[in-house]
């Protein structure tokens, strides 16, 4: 009898600090929604067996050269294998890390999580191994932007952390609700990095339940304003988003003509998956960048979809418990996330062909972490998104099993976009 009323009043005492997560947990909603498939069932489904390999392996190093006249690195393929290796940053040497993240801070107990390194499958490649130095040296003078959703936050954060170990960055812009904007300086380096928040990178109006409008709207054809302003002043572009796609959403293209909906079975329009959807409004901003950029020495990055990991419901306290990654084999990749990613490889790929056959300067590249994330079930807050989260017992206690800790296995993410900027440099 106690139970719901236990939960309420965490829920709302929560609230405050942990809407930002909400919201996008309350995306997952609508993949049960749209897909036939419940999105909870998929997570069992996939899981076959369970732990990693327990085997400990130092650090891979020192084989970049004999990758010298190889084919590149591909990032995508690999497995986790356990390192001695320290993270860069903690909880406390790092102001940034949005309260929710800060997994060792909220008193999350088991440590094994951080100690993971992402070794691609072709073993002469070196696991991405991030220097701070490095990367501010690359991105010198330059401004680097992430745009997208609060999976962009995360990534930004990661990075902020990371780059944080080398140069003290000020602050020196943050406004919209929630700390939707945001820019840092480096001034040793003359760095600028930002994060400008657009979670369909296109023109949309979110839905509004107060006025019983259910669906959001999407304008395919407009960049959002919010970004598309502000791109003469950045030098590097990160797309990073595809979660909200997945919600119920009318569509409009050239002209604004109604092209059709994702919900089809209610409502008289045409069917237009979120797939398609998601694709779409990244051709347009893609085409956006390259339209202004295409001569340029700039650069723009698409960070490939992560899918959450909840086992049970999301919204009925479903957790994410386990301690170290999935092997190889443990799991297979559902149409959700292989179509996302999907879409992403191949707007890239369109984009990538459309600056070479003009001879332009503009790189473009995807920063492909859809596999290497999928396999850390282990890397989420879980309940750790607030301290003490058991204090009131452990019933009704919610789970973040989206976003990602850190210091975690995101900061995998920023080791690639390094080594991607260091090729892009030697070319
Ligand atoms: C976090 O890092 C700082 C700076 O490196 C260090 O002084 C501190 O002891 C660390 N804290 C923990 C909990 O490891
Ligand atoms: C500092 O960085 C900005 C980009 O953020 C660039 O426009 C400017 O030219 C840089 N200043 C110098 C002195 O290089
Ligand atoms: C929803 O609609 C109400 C009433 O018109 C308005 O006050 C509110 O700002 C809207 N919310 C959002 C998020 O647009
Ligand atoms: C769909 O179209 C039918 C026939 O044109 C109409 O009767 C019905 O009201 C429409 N439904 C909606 C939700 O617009």
Not at 153 to 169: D, F, H, V, Y
Not at 242 to 263: D, M, P, R, S, T
Request: aromatic share 12%.
């Amino acid at each position: 009898m106690g139970k719901p009323k236990n939960q309420t009043h965490i829920i709302r005492k929560l609230m405050p600090y942990v809407l930002y997560t909400l919201i996008p947990l309350a995306l997952l909603h609508y993949y049960t929604y749209i897909s036939p498939r419940c999105y909870i069932q998929i997570a069992h489904k996939r899981l076959k067996t369970t732990a990693a390999s327990d085997s400990i392996t130092p650090p891979v190093q020192g084989k970049a050269a004999e990758l010298k006249n190889q084919p590149r690195c591909d990032y995508f393929d690999g497995h986790w294998v356990q390192t001695i290796a320290k993270p860069l940053y903690n909880g406390t040497s790092c102001g940034t890390i949005k309260w929710a993240q800060n997994c060792m801070i909220n008193g999350r107990p088991d440590t094994g999580y951080l100690y993971w390194q992402w070794q691609p499958k072709d073993n002469r490649c070196p696991a991405p191994v991030f220097d701070a130095s490095v990367f501010l040296g690359i991105i010198k003078n330059k401004h680097i932007a992430f745009i997208g959703d609060s999976l962009a936050r995360n990534q930004l954060e990661s990075l902020i952390c990371l780059l944080s170990t080398a140069s003290k960055p000020e602050l020196v812009y943050q406004g919209g609700d929630d700390l939707k904007f945001r820019r840092w300086v480096f001034y040793e380096y003359n760095v600028t990095l930002s994060s400008l928040w657009s979670q369909y990178l296109v023109k949309g109006i979110d839905r509004n339940q107060s006025k019983g409008i259910d669906h959001n709207t999407l304008y395919f054809d407009t960049p959002n304003e919010k970004w598309a302003s502000e791109l003469d002043q950045i030098d590097i572009v990160v797309f990073h988003n595809g979660h909200w796609f997945v919600q119920k959403a009318i569509y409009y293209g050239e002209g604004n003509q109604l092209l059709g909906c994702n919900f089809p079975q209610e409502s008289n329009c045409t069917e237009l998956n979120f797939y398609d959807a998601f694709r779409k409004a990244l051709r347009t901003s893609l085409k956006e960048v390259t339209k202004r950029f295409i001569k340029s020495d700039k650069a723009v990055v698409v960070a490939t979809f992560t899918l959450a990991h909840f086992e049970g419901d999301w919204d009925k306290f479903g957790t994410c418990l386990r301690t170290e990654p999935y092997k190889e084999g443990d799991v297979e990749m559902q149409d959700l996330e292989k179509n996302m990613r999907k879409a992403a490889i191949e707007e890239v790929a369109t984009a990538v062909k459309d600056v070479k056959e003009v001879a332009g300067g503009l790189r473009i590249g995807a920063l492909d972490v859809t596999k290497l994330t999928f396999l850390r079930p282990d890397g989420h807050p879980g309940p750790y998104m607030f301290p003490n989260p058991f204090a009131n017992g452990k019933e009704g206690v919610m789970n973040d099993c989206m976003h990602w800790c850190l210091p975690g296995p995101i900061d995998t993410w920023n080791a690639i976009l390094l080594e991607l900027m260091k090729r892009w440099k030697d070319e």
